[in-house]
């Protein structure tokens, strides 16, 4: 599933929940990134919420095998850790977060992003747009 983030979510693709990896819809999702227009303040409320829920519905609808599970996001800046979010919807740590923050190199506080991805056994990385 691939979804866009500002003040609501919106669904990228044709695919609102999960499905395999094959080739079509790696193509198809960097298609749908090639469009996206980044601008304002993101609601990672949101964001984490939406993701945690077409998670659980996948599970529930048997379209996932409950053995990995991750969100990936794409951002370059959080207001907060979400601390209080994230052990709601995520109290066991079994949904890894990983974050790609974007940005110049001496852009913007990235400490509370990389904070997210650490405290939920993900991984953090800088990616640096000249």
Not at 29 to 44: C, H, Q, T
Not at 48 to 76: G, M, P, Y
Not at 114 to 122: T, Y
Request: with cysteine; net charge positive.
């Amino acid at each position: 599933a691939f979804y866009t983030f500002n003040k609501t979510t919106q669904s990228l693709s044709c695919f609102p929940m999960l499905e395999r990896a094959r080739l079509k819809y790696i193509n198809h999702l960097y298609e749908e990134i090639d469009k996206i227009d980044a601008f304002g303040a993101s609601n990672f409320s949101i964001a984490l919420n939406t993701a945690f829920d077409v998670l659980e519905e996948s599970a529930r609808n048997n379209k996932t095998c409950n053995w990995q599970r991750a969100i990936i996001i794409f951002s370059d800046y959080v207001r907060e850790e979400y601390t209080e979010l994230l052990k709601k919807r995520n109290p066991d740590g079994r949904v890894r977060i990983f974050i790609l923050a974007f940005g110049a190199p001496n852009q913007g506080d990235t400490s509370k992003l990389e904070k997210i991805a650490c405290a939920n056994n993900g991984y953090f990385s800088k990616v640096y747009n000249y």
